[in-house]
């Protein structure tokens, strides 16, 4: 132990057992040190964007045990929307200010890959300024799959297409034993880090999730980082890490174990340590609620994520994100926990200090 605090004290790289017996220290010590390291990159800055979530289907080939969200296992709901439907979505919010959507959906078989694609090219050509997030490598392993494209082109479809940068989702937990239980069939962890790889390598970012909170154990979370880390080596081209917690309602897990406020700060705080080449820890409104979100932002933590307008991945969980935040809330939250708030663009350029 006194080796672990001596490289905490010098900021030194850990290894996966020292990585491990960080569980053991006090939160507030955790926090010392992954506040240390937030401050240097950050300062008492607090970052979050307007931005909207749009899921343009629910209907899933894969049959995730932990998600609530695709329709065919109990959402009752299935959807499709049209390209029409969908640019109606962007029309609005794009009046209202909104600087990047996000899209992410499911893994629909009926739908050709055009359905997909096309749907980037359709809002970059009328908005050629709004910043596109989307395709996890989730989705991208599916087309892969389903079109017998290769990982390469459908990655070169979403460059010419009009994707901006590409969302952290997909990546669940990397250890393959727990992978298997949870979201068998799925992108392996492997191919997950081999497609961010192949878009870090086109000089373009992305982020990284990681689900947590199921039936992992911690030091499935101290892996999961250190693969990101051993690849972020490799590419640089990770802008954010954001530890999602499990919603558990309407899933096919039965998971004991709760996680309390304690257990989601230090692992933010531990994030924050052992990821020491990501520069932006996220703490996702959407799964952790904005209190502990901001809590978050004093252990390690420096972005709430943004506005979202419509949620429905983690609100179907039982997360109560499905109507989003404004801009007003985050601003007078991180106001009054004596932090600066700051609007960026999805890659973190500063847009404006309130
Ligand atoms: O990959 C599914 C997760 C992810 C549940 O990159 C659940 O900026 C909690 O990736 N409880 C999709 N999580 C969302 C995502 C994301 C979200 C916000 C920002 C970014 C970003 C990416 O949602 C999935 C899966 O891991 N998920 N079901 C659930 N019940």
Same mark, same amino acid.
């Given at each position: /132990?006194? &080796?672990?605090?001596?490289?905490?004290?010098?900021?030194s790289?850990?290894?996966?057992?020292?990585?491990?017996?960080?569980w053991?220290?006090d939160?507030?010590v !955790?926090?010392?040190?992954?506040?240390?390291?937030?401050f240097?990159?950050?300062?008492?800055?607090v970052?979050?964007?307007?931005?909207?979530?749009?899921?343009?289907?629910?209907i899933?080939?894969?049959?995730?045990?932990?998600c609530?969200?695709s329709?065919?296992?109990? &959402?009752?709901?299935?959807?499709? %929307?049209?390209h029409?439907?969908?640019?109606?979505?962007?029309?609005?919010?794009?009046?209202?200010?909104?600087?990047?959507?996000?899209i992410?959906?499911?893994?629909?078989?009926?739908?050709? @890959?055009?359905?997909?694609?096309?749907i980037?090219?359709?809002?970059?050509?009328?908005?050629?300024?709004?910043?596109?997030?989307?395709?996890t490598?989730?989705e991208?392993?599916?087309l892969h799959?389903?079109?017998? %494209?290769?990982y390469?082109?459908?990655?070169?479809?979403m460059?010419e297409?009009?994707?901006?940068?590409?969302?952290g989702?997909?990546?669940?937990?990397?250890?393959?034993?727990?992978?298997?239980k949870?979201?068998?069939?799925k992108?392996?962890s492997? &191919?997950w880090?081999?497609?961010?790889?192949? @878009?870090?390598q086109? +000089?373009?970012?992305?982020?990284a999730?990681m689900?947590?909170?199921?039936?992992?154990?911690?030091?499935h979370?101290?892996d999961? /980082? !250190?693969?990101?880390?051993?690849l972020q080596d490799?590419?640089?081209?990770f802008?954010?890490?954001?530890?999602?917690? @499990? #919603?558990?309602?309407?899933?096919?897990? #039965?998971?004991?174990?709760?996680?309390d406020s304690?257990?989601?700060?230090?692992t933010?705080?531990?994030?924050?340590?052992?990821l020491?080449?990501i520069k932006n820890?996220?703490?996702? @409104?959407?799964? /952790?609620?904005?209190?502990l979100?901001?809590?978050? #932002?004093?252990?390690?933590?420096?972005?709430?994520?943004?506005?979202?307008?419509k949620?429905?991945?983690q609100?179907?969980?039982?997360?109560?994100?499905?109507? +989003?935040?404004?801009?007003?809330?985050?601003?007078? %939250?991180?106001?009054?926990?004596n932090?600066?708030?700051v609007?960026?663009d999805?890659?973190?350029?500063?847009l404006?200090?309130?």
């Open positions: /132990m006194k &080796n672990l605090i001596t490289k905490l004290e010098n900021q790289r850990l290894n996966e057992e020292e990585a491990n017996q960080l053991d220290l939160l507030f !955790l926090a010392k040190y992954a506040q240390k390291k937030r240097e990159l950050h300062g008492k800055k970052y979050f964007n307007a931005n909207r979530h749009i899921n343009p289907t629910n899933c080939a894969d049959t995730c045990k932990f609530a969200f329709a065919h296992r109990k &959402n009752p709901n299935p959807y499709i %929307m049209t029409e439907e969908i640019i109606k979505i962007v029309d609005e919010t794009v009046a209202r200010g909104t600087k990047e959507i996000h992410v959906s499911a893994h629909n078989k009926d739908t050709t @890959w055009q359905w997909y694609l096309e980037f090219k359709m809002i970059k050509e009328k908005y050629p300024k709004i910043h596109i997030k989307a395709m490598a989730a991208i392993d599916f799959r389903r079109f017998n %494209m290769s390469e082109e459908v990655i070169n479809k460059l297409y009009g994707v901006d940068s590409m969302p989702g997909g990546a669940e937990i990397f250890d393959e034993k727990i992978r298997n949870i979201c068998k069939g992108v392996s492997e &191919n880090l081999k497609i961010h790889k192949l @878009w870090h086109k +000089g373009k970012q992305s982020n999730t689900l947590f909170g199921h039936i992992e154990e911690r030091k979370r101290i999961h /980082m !250190l693969r990101l880390r051993a490799e590419t640089n081209g802008n954010a890490f954001i530890p999602l917690v @499990w #919603q558990r309602n309407n899933s096919f897990i #039965q998971a004991d174990k709760i996680m304690e257990e989601i700060l230090k933010i705080s531990i994030s924050r340590i052992v020491d080449n820890i996220k703490a996702y @409104w959407a799964t /952790m609620g904005l209190n979100a901001m809590v978050a #932002q004093e252990f390690g933590a420096n972005d709430l994520d943004g506005t979202i307008e949620e429905s991945i609100s179907a969980g039982g997360a109560k994100s499905a109507n +989003g935040v404004n801009l007003k809330t985050f601003i007078d %939250m991180i106001k009054t926990s932090l600066i708030p609007e960026r999805s890659l973190y350029n500063e404006k200090t309130y």
